[in-house]
């Protein structure tokens, strides 16, 4: 079972200790660096669960900028005080602090420019210098490839944590696991860590363990993503025994490499590795081999297979609204993956399917593939539907909008970005009188298609919506 515990950073006394008791998690890491008014009996006293006594100094990417022998001062008293954990740098001259049976010293080493290549090594050293105590690992993974190298080089110990730190090592962080770590950190102190709520989500509250099964979002950049919550959500509601995680990378190949050394069961695919799967053998179903792109995966006994749920996840709300395709103009914006499931089942329902992308190669070839129009930039207004397939107008660069004012002139305005619920562009075609769709539905349309396709049982009804909206909401607050 997993624990969780949370940083706590404060400038005030008051501050720390309101941090410290307001945490939901199974222990606080009280960082005193950065604590103007610093009283160490006061930071452990009337405390109601396990803490990590931390005063990382600024030549380890902490704040505490005094003297060394004043830091060490500081921890030493700690431990005379009887916290339960108390985290020491591995480069610290530690022969001065005393001891004391009810502390464990937990020896810290982070290292800001990747995984060394004798990352092995240190972590040999680390552990004997322990004598049997806790280590912690904490080491910037740029890549996936890192994050995998990371796990490789500090395995073999069970007294140990392991953190990739940055967008590429959260797996690390959700699946302590994978890594033989005794806990994993969350809050808001360190590059990639994540808000207790959504760790606590993504651990099903903390019954996540080896046998879970592990699923993933691949594609770059991922922060705005809310198929973490909608899945992780489902896998709760439905009693599933599995954990969906973040896999950050721009390169496909990167990812099922990765996919493989940590045991991922399958995958949402998003931009921009929608068309990058067949040349790697992944297997695609008939559909997502005539459309060329695909948004979800899944590993089966012989390799991977591709499908693409993004058709019948875009038709979801327009059926909804018994809305007719056929022989209506419809502009596609884009020429990307997205863009292409759109354009090609828009071509299928009968629709006159029109293709406008700034870049002008990008429309000219997808048009050609999908016998649709390529048309100039921006498209001429008097659509009878207009779909948004491009990124423009996505968290947090909510007031850009892929078309201005004057060229939105139509029936229906269609988003596919959920991120914000209400793009500007939906506020725009709003304000001229067109009808509009969020990307919401679509999202939740889809993310059931896989949710079904990865566990062979229906997804919980209401759930995925209820985590989309909940996630749209947190992200605006």
């Given at each position: 079972m997993a624990r969780i515990c949370e940083t706590v950073t404060a400038t005030t006394m008051a501050a720390l200790r309101s941090g410290r008791d307001r945490s939901t998690a199974d222990m606080v890491e009280l960082r005193l660096d950065g604590v103007a008014d610093l009283d160490v009996a006061g930071a452990l006293a009337d405390r109601t669960k396990p803490v990590i006594v931390t005063c990382r100094p600024v030549w380890e990417g902490g704040a505490f900028a005094g003297s060394e022998e004043e830091r060490l001062r500081l921890l030493g008293q700690a431990i005379s005080l009887g916290a339960e954990y108390v985290d020491v740098e591995w480069r610290a001259d530690r022969a001065g602090l005393p001891s004391n049976p009810r502390t464990e010293i937990v020896l810290s080493h982070h290292v800001f420019d990747g995984?060394?290549?004798?990352?092995?090594?240190?972590?040999?050293a680390m552990r004997a210098e322990a004598a049997g105590g806790v280590i912690k690992i904490a080491a910037a993974t740029r890549t996936l490839t890192e994050c995998v190298s990371l796990r490789t080089l500090t395995s073999g110990g069970d007294r140990q944590v392991v953190i990739g730190m940055?967008?590429?090592?959260?797996?690390?962080?959700?699946?302590?696991?994978?890594?033989?770590?005794?806990w994993t950190y969350g809050g808001t102190a360190a590059d990639g860590q994540m808000p207790i709520s959504e760790l606590t989500e993504c651990l099903r509250g903390r019954r996540a363990m080896s046998?879970?099964?592990?699923?993933a979002i691949a594609g770059s950049p991922l922060a705005h993503s809310a198929s973490p919550s909608i899945q992780n959500a489902a896998f709760a509601a439905g009693g599933v025994d599995a954990v969906f995680v973040r896999m950050e990378t721009a390169d496909a190949a990167e990812f099922l490499s990765a996919a493989q050394a940590f045991g991922v069961a399958g995958a949402s695919v998003t931009a921009p590795l929608k068309t990058a799967w067949a040349p790697l053998g992944?297997?695609?179903?008939?559909?997502?081999?005539?459309?060329g792109a695909v948004n979800t995966l899944r590993k089966g006994p012989h390799g991977w297979d591709g499908q693409n749920f993004d058709v019948d996840g875009f038709l979801a709300p327009i059926s909804r609204r018994g809305l007719q395709l056929k022989r209506q103009r419809v502009v596609v914006l884009g020429a990307g993956g997205a863009a292409r499931a759109v354009a090609w089942v828009l071509q299928r329902e009968g629709a006159r399917v029109e293709i406008a992308a700034r870049r002008l190669e990008a429309a000219t070839r997808l048009a050609a593939d999908l016998d649709a129009t390529e048309v100039p930039w921006p498209p001429a207004p008097g659509w009878d539907l207009l779909v948004n397939a491009t990124p423009v107008g996505t968290s947090p660069h909510v007031e850009a909008t892929p078309l201005d004012q004057q060229w939105i002139r139509g029936g229906l305005v269609y988003d596919l970005i959920y991120n914000p619920a209400e793009t500007r562009l939906l506020r725009?075609?709003?304000?001229?009188?067109a009808g509009t769709i969020g990307g919401i539905e679509m999202l939740v349309a889809q993310a059931q298609a896989q949710f079904a396709y990865w566990t062979g049982r229906p997804a919980p009804e209401g759930v995925m919506e209820r985590a989309a909206v909940e996630f749209v909401h947190r992200r605006r607050e």
């Open positions: 995984v060394p290549a004798d990352m092995a090594a240190r972590v040999s940055g967008p590429a090592g959260v797996i690390s962080r959700v699946c302590p696991w994978l890594f033989g770590s005794l046998s879970t099964a592990i699923y992944v297997r695609l179903d008939s559909t997502a081999r005539e459309i725009l075609a709003g304000g001229a009188g």
